[in-house]
């Protein structure tokens, strides 16, 4: 079948009747576009429009499928010719039914999709990735639809639809190419950041609390409650730090061990087994509000710990208690690579007896408890932060 033929043919026909395409479109229903198709050889008209053509051409559908004038057809042809349009369009409308459905459906949950992740984006390649295949999806799957339903086909007869279609994609272009040289200086970012060396101390004469909440507190959801605000009541201090702060979170440990006369022994030991955090919904002191009360660990360490976080926010904060020595390991780990022995001064007694339990990805069943932090039932989250060091009804130790 020669379509460049059968389009000749179509187009002589037209012209013997001296109609315009936009003129022949609106007799059988169709846009003018499809119409210029036919008579190109780009596209063939379709098989139940085919009776249609022929009886207002007053031809022989063979002689539309051949391309060229025969002899007359007889009635029992054009009989078959018009049940097979009959059925054709019963048919074609029945599925197209279906496919107007499912696609009004898909192009919904697409839209939905890519919606709901660029309300929770954060960047990341990964993230970044999908929220641009969801969306070339979601416009193959909308011009999809307008296709079937016949949208596409009436918005093209419209004169100023072109010019929309280009400010449409120039402005979708424009909005993607901002959106991927963002992602680019952010996930750029992230990597230089990732590169930059540790911030390293060591000394008793380099541990400073306060500057320690300042600088780190609040991106590590903690209130240090666990750490003494001095080693002065201590016999001998030893002290250990590589912090790095990045876009989205702050990597690496602060180690304290502490050795204590009995007494003062004693006194910390019961300082840190009285250790509370006072989290409300709101700022209002009237609002509700949750205590975090410390957890008593004698069997995930190889000394008894005092726990004030356990991986929430990857963070895990604690207090070793060693009796026979007298001594006090104070311990902070924020994103901790344990297995790979990334810190350094890292010394495996004051860390978990088994070392995956730090590793949150691979199945952990820590429960990821924070005296910090809490949900409440309304989805409001409270945090500590440095901020509210100072008062009495947020952050306080007990």
């Known amino acids: 079948m020669d379509q460049k033929k059968i389009g000749l043919f179509l187009k002589d026909l037209r012209k013997e009747k001296g109609i315009t395409q936009e003129e022949l479109a609106q007799l059988l229903g169709v846009s003018s576009r499809s119409v210029s198709r036919w008579e190109t050889g780009s596209n063939m008209p379709d098989i139940s429009l ?3 053509i022929a009886d207002y051409y007053d031809v022989d559908v063979r002689e539309i499928i051949d391309g060229e004038r025969k002899s007359g057809m007889n009635e029992e042809i ?3 010719a018009d049940k097979m349009a009959d059925y054709a369009g019963t048919e074609k409308g029945s599925l197209f039914k279906w496919v107007r459905i499912i696609s009004l459906i898909g192009t919904m949950f697409l839209t939905l999709a890519v919606v709901f992740q660029c309300i929770e984006y954060e960047p990341n390649i990964f993230r970044f990735g999908a929220v641009v295949l969801s969306f070339l999806g979601l416009v193959a799957f909308a011009i999809t639809t307008l296709y079937a339903n016949g949208i596409l086909e009436k918005l093209a007869e419209k004169k100023h639809f072109a010019t929309v279609v280009r400010v449409i994609v120039i402005m979708l272009i424009a909005i993607s190419v901002k959106f991927i040289v ?3 200086l952010v996930i750029g970012l992230a990597f230089f950041e990732a590169s930059q060396p540790y911030d390293k101390k060591s000394g008793i004469d380099n541990y400073d609390k306060e500057y320690l909440l300042e600088e780190y507190g609040s991106d590590l959801d903690t209130g240090l409650f666990i750490f003494p605000n001095d080693g002065q009541n201590a016999v001998s201090v030893e002290y250990e ?3 790095k ?3 989205f979170d702050t990597d690496g440990y602060i180690f304290l061990s ?5 007494d003062e022994f004693k006194k910390e030991v019961e300082r840190l087994s009285e250790i509370s955090c006072t989290v409300f919904e709101s700022k209002h002191e ?3 509000y949750h205590i975090g009360i410390i957890i008593y660990d004698t069997e995930s360490y190889k000394f008894p710990a005092y726990v004030a976080s356990d991986g929430y926010s990857s963070v895990y904060e604690y207090a070793l208690i060693d009796n026979d020595n007298k001594r006090i390991i104070y311990v902070l780990l924020s994103y901790p690579n344990i297995a790979n022995d990334e810190a350094e001064t890292v010394q495996k007694d004051y860390l978990k007896k088994d070392l995956n339990a730090y590793d949150l990805k691979n199945g952990s069943t820590l429960e990821r408890f924070s005296i910090y932090s809490f949900g409440f039932s309304k989805g409001i989250w409270s945090e500590y932060s440095p901020e509210d060091e100072g008062r009495e009804t947020s952050g306080n130790p007990r």
């Open 182 to 184: 963002i992602n680019a």
């Open 78 to 80: 054009k009989e078959v």
């Open 50 to 52: 085919l009776s249609a």
């Open 258 to 262: 502490a050795t204590y006369e009995d």
């Open 241 to 243: 730090s590589a912090l």
């Open 286 to 288: 009237d609002s509700d």
């Open 245 to 247: 702060t990045g876009m």
